[in-house]
């Protein structure tokens, strides 16, 4: 049981209290009982009195045989003696002691009677003085004993009441004692069982030791475990897991995180810092968002950004803070998902395409159709109406004329079918190796019969290019086609040819009228026509079809024009095959 | 004012050494203390008994000493004179380990030599400028240095404070 600690000190105190006052107690009485001890001045009175006593006797004794001639008895040499031990009665302490026991008349008396003794003791004839002498010593012999029968009793008295304190003292000391003896007992009653509680509380400590550790062993042995299955956990995930600590030291990294990002493994040692790490990162990425120079962390330590890696597609980097407050950096492979989401961006464009064409061929309908349909019906009611009546060479014109306009629409829907068909991405390409030389002579074998002016100059016999033959030549027609339309008769069209380091080109160049230069951006969109070519027939699809199969064999055209002069369009083609994109042309 | 009577006590040792009979010198005045027993020094030798019956001038061949000291039956102190004891018993190539002392009333103590040597007891024959007399306490008195030794304040010291002594035996 646990006493508060006021009441557990009370009991120990109280002993040790009782234990100072009796020994202090005991100590006094003791002092006082020696101090008592010491004052026994009176137990020496009785001695000298009886010594008076004696000196008394053996004067009258003495005188006796000296007045019988016995020379050897010295009556003088006894006076001297008597008178010394009166003398000692009369001194300071003696003298005092005989007062309080009232003697002192007594004791004066035995002192006059020695003067009186003294002139007989001297006389020549002491045989006579001899009865005087006894008559003198009688009284003072019967005082001399009165005196020590009464100092007899009085020292028995005294020591009768010593011996009463005495014994009044040493009961008190024994009851002190026995004070002391259980004070002392239970001072060690106190003490043994301070010490058992001490033992208990050791053995109880010990004990709760014990336990403390096993449970502290088992937490490990837990921690320890959950320690490893987390580990496990993110070493076999799919994704790359770095965690730092509070001072963002890189304390785990998983195998997965090296694979996924191309930092080397001798990088990602225990210890690197997380703003070293993402350095790092950034510099072997390219980050989506590129207004972030750095991979910067927000106020609440958070990251997400995606990245591309040369070569090795997409990543999505995320950094969080952990609930301790050090740092988890995730990285996944997004590079599928990238791919998914670029498709269906392209879809999506490509269906907005589709969609603006088709307007675009309603309102082109509406309005291209419109003109070579009123020559058809125009011409049709004439020789209805007058049929009959016209002659072989009018007739003919008329006919002549629907036709061309029949022509007209027919090529129109023709070029809205090959539109149609790159919105939807239905163009199959069938590159080979092929002579862009040759292949321009060829398309301008045609035209020259109508137009000799057509002057081809090549910088070489032969010019290989990676092309489609078909679609080339579908590009180039357009192409002359535009310069014979846009340009006077008798000026003449001067095709270049020519290479670069990776490239073929085939340069068209009329003396024409000419675009505006606020058109030349536009020159290339879909039913755009030119603001000076509106008196020409067309539906402004040609360039717009041309550079799309330009593009999709991995070509391009460009073009340069003054306007009243003329214009240059060039059809570059690569040299070489190059890589089709996943997502390409089919 | 000692140093004839010490020379020629000095001497008187040396010659009785070689003469194999130690005297003293006889006694001229009435003999004042007698000492008996084993003692080198005597001046009596009879046939069974060799004595120094020692008289004021042989006496006074001592070293004499004053001491101030309360007694038992005195009030306040007293100054005594005379000489110490062990003087007296080298003096006499005293031999032994107890003296007994002897009052004029046949008061017998002993004495152990001890006593004398660890303190300075003295044989005074004065008290307060005064010969002490047969009739007081004289002709001479043992005292010891009660004030000077807390020891000494003893009833077991008291009884050895022997008065009216006049003679002493070396056991």
Known sequence: MIRPPRTRYLLPTVAIVALVVFLSGSLLQLLQLEKDMRLHVDENMLWVVTQAQVAGHRLADDVHRYSHGDTGANPSLRFDILASRL??????????????????????????????????????????????????????????????????VAEWESAGT???????????VIGLIIGILFSGLMLVVLLIRALQQQGRAHHALACHRDELENEVQRRTRDLEAERRRVVTAIETAPDGFAAFDNENRLTLVNPQFSNLLPVPPEVLEQGLHLHSLLTKIRGIARIEKDDTEALALDVNGHLQCDLELANRGWRQLTVRKARDGGQIIRVADITNYKAAAKGLERSLQLERGVSEFHRSFAGMVSHQFRTPMAVIDSGLQRLLRRGSTMNHDERQQRLHSMRASVAQMIRLIESSLTAARLDGGTVHLQSRQQDLVALTRQCCRLPQTLHARIQINASAPALTTWCDPILVEQILNNLLTNAIKYSPATTDIHIYLGDSSDQVFCAVEDKGIGIAPDDIPYIFDRFFRSSNASGSPGVGLGLNISLNLAQIQKGNITVTSTEGEGTTFTLWLPKNQIQEEDFGYG | MHFLPCLSLSLLLVSSAAAQTDTLPQPVTPVILTVGGHIAHFNTDTSD????????????????????????VTDGSRTFEGFLMRDLLNRLEAQGSTVAATALNDYVIRIPFDDFYRYDVLVADTMDGRRLTPRDKGPLWIVYPRDTHDELQDIRYDYRWVWQLHRLEIQ
């Open chain 2, 49 to 72: 008994r060799r004595e120094a019956r020692l008289d004021q001038t042989l006496l006074d061949t001592l070293p004499r000493r004053t001491l101030i000291t309360s007694t038992v």
């Open chain 1, 87 to 152: 003398a000692l009665m009369h001194d300071g302490p003696q003298r005092r002691y005989l007062e309080a026991l009232g003697h002192t008349n007594d004791l004066d008396h035995t002192l006059h009677t020695l003067e009186r003794l003294e002139p007989a003791l001297a006389a020549p004839d002491m045989h006579t003085n001899s009865a005087l002498i006894h008559t003198l010593l009688a009284p003072l012999l019967a005082r001399l004993n009165s005196i020590a029968n009464a100092v007899m």
């Open chain 1, 162 to 172: 010593r011996i009463d304190t005495y014994r009044s003292n040493m009961l008190q």
